[in-house]
């Protein structure tokens, strides 16, 4: 099954508001990283958290790591409609051989 | 600088019908893998490479080959395509994809489709 759970699966955001996606693993993870997809296109990184409790923001967007490495979160104030897209998060699962595993994704829609 | 370039972008196939998707990276990074995405699946790793001449498998690797005999170059091989093959194939590659992973840099996809 899934190691790595994110939920919501699809979010509809009023333009402005804000919102928070989670993302949690089975396991302990010694990283995360965080990834965007806009629609028809490719994943790309956003950012990568190491440290327990690490909380590291990108403008409009804060990224935190859990105290006990097994959750993180992502958390969009003032949702534009450049935010539109699926946010991605990923860590090293042990039981993969420590290899990148993805979570399902959180499809973000925003409405005007 | 070219980063993941991916051909084709776009394929159909029949059933039974062997391909090979190619991707090439110039950033000389020693970790490449191969992800397919499906709607509400996320992204699930197929084959991966820590460097040239070494491949293993990820979660799905039934009815897929890879080889790399360099380090730019990680072919995906559908060996007799099926309709649940049908998706969108991303190849990947990071400077190392061992326990710290490093940022991962994703080709442009390529949309498979076999009826």
């Known amino acids: 099954g899934q190691q790595v759970m994110q939920i919501p699966q699809y979010q509809h955001v009023q333009e402005g508001e804000d919102f928070t996606t989670y993302c949690n693993s089975s396991t302990t993870l010694s990283n995360i990283q965080w990834y965007k997809q806009r629609p028809g296109g490719h994943p790309v990184f956003l950012i990568q958290?190491?440290?327990?409790?690490e909380v590291k923001k990108q403008k409009r967007l804060t990224f935190q790591f859990g105290e006990a490495k097994k959750n993180s979160s992502l958390h969009i104030t003032a949702t534009q409609t450049t935010d539109v897209g699926t946010y991605f998060c990923a860590g090293p699962i042990r039981a993969a051989g420590n290899k990148l595993t993805f979570g399902g994704g959180t499809r973000v829609l925003v409405k005007p | 600088n070219a980063g993941v370039t991916q051909t084709p972008k776009f394929q159909v196939l029949k059933t039974g019908q062997s391909m090979t998707l190619q991707c090439a990276q110039d950033?000389?990074?020693?970790?490449m893998s191969w992800y397919r995405q499906d709607p509400g699946m996320g992204l699930r790793l197929i084959h991966y490479s820590v460097g040239a001449g070494i491949t293993d498998q990820g979660e799905v690797p039934n009815g897929y080959n890879v080889s790399r005999s360099t380090t730019e170059d990680f072919p995906l091989r559908l060996l007799s395509a099926a309709p649940s093959q049908t998706s969108v194939y991303f190849c990947?590659?990071?400077?190392?994809?061992?326990?710290?992973?490093?940022?991962?840099?994703f080709g442009q996809g390529t949309r498979l489709t076999v009826v």
């Open positions: 990947a590659s990071s400077y190392s994809g061992h326990q710290l992973n490093t940022e991962a840099f």
């Open positions: 950033m000389n990074h020693e970790y």
């Open positions: 958290l190491v440290k327990s409790g």
